[in-house]
């Protein structure tokens, strides 16, 4: 595997390459991350990963400088995928200025769910992700469905701007008690981490009710936050969502049976978890 941090060495070392499957990742890579290679390699040839923590994607008071940065263990990990590429710059290499031109993400999407709670968030996402595919010049790009708003930010862009990469969705990967993986699982103590995998069990218990016709989906979204919070979680939202646009479903959207996705995010103790499940 070629590790490079200029950029134009990395279009040298890709120059007429047609077919990249580009998978970008902030590091500290578990399971997840590596099923994301996995898929990159059945959608294209050579696969180019990337490992660049964006500080443009975090908040004043989130966690930029704790981040984890796992380098060592990273370059292992990708190595034994066949990964052909790591693109892992500096912040100079990408931000040699300050970065003034950024995406700005429409309202509707970019500000609701996540960009509600962090703000700016996705405008950081989808800066990074245009220069990045600006970098690599992917065939597909692939993303995971456990971020799922982030999925759709990028999906709209790519279509917005007529890119020539495709962006591919990745199932969640989870651990056997349900809690899908995360870079921020690490920051979870043991007894958090026991009590983690509820989040998704509300998830699905939301799923459930809805699957076996109870469509009142305040009650609904009320009675997990208030379930959660009684655990002890601090959620910010669990919000039954429409798929296509990730608007609240309307009564009409209900009866047609449009497909929805239910969202959560919640802290436990100091560390913030995300998750989400397709009804
Ligand atoms: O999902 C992530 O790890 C990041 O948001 C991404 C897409 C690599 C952009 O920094």
Redesign the pocket.
């Given at each position: 595997m070629k590790i490079i941090s200029s950029i134009a060495e990395l279009h040298d070392q890709l120059r007429g390459q047609l077919r990249t499957a580009f998978v970008?990742?902030?590091g500290n890579l578990h399971d997840g991350h590596l099923s994301l290679m996995r898929l990159a390699r059945k959608h294209g040839d050579p696969v180019v990963a990337?490992i660049?923590v964006?500080r443009l994607?975090f908040g004043p008071n989130e966690d930029f400088d704790k981040y984890p940065r796992t380098f060592a263990a990273d370059v292992e990990k990708l190595e034994k995928e066949g990964v052909y590429v790591l693109f892992a710059p500096t912040e100079k290499d990408i931000y040699p200025e300050p970065q003034e031109f950024r995406i700005q993400p429409p309202d509707d999407l970019g500000n609701i769910l996540e960009g509600h709670f962090r703000p700016g968030f996705f405008t950081g996402?989808t800066t990074?992700?245009m220069k990045?595919f600006s970098c690599v010049q992917p065939r597909v790009a692939i993303?995971?469905k456990k971020?799922y708003q982030?999925l759709m930010v990028i999906r709209n862009m790519a279509r917005q701007f007529a890119l020539p990469t495709e962006i591919i969705a990745a199932e969640t990967y989870r651990a056997e008690d349900g809690l899908a993986l995360s870079s921020r699982n690490g920051y979870l103590s043991e007894s958090e981490r026991a009590e983690a995998p509820t989040l998704f069990r509300e998830l699905n218990r939301v799923a459930d009710a809805l699957r076996s016709g109870n469509l009142d989906v305040s009650l609904l979204e009320k009675s997990a936050i208030d379930h959660l919070a009684r655990r002890g979680w601090q959620p910010d939202y669990i919000a039954i969502r429409k798929r296509s646009d990730l608007q609240p479903p309307t009564a009409g959207d209900i009866a047609t049976r449009e497909p929805l996705v239910v969202l959560a995010a919640a802290k436990l103790g100091s560390t913030r978890l995300i998750d989400n499940l397709e009804v």
């Open positions: 970008p990742t902030m990337s660049f964006n994607q996402v990074i992700v990045l993303f995971g971020d982030q």
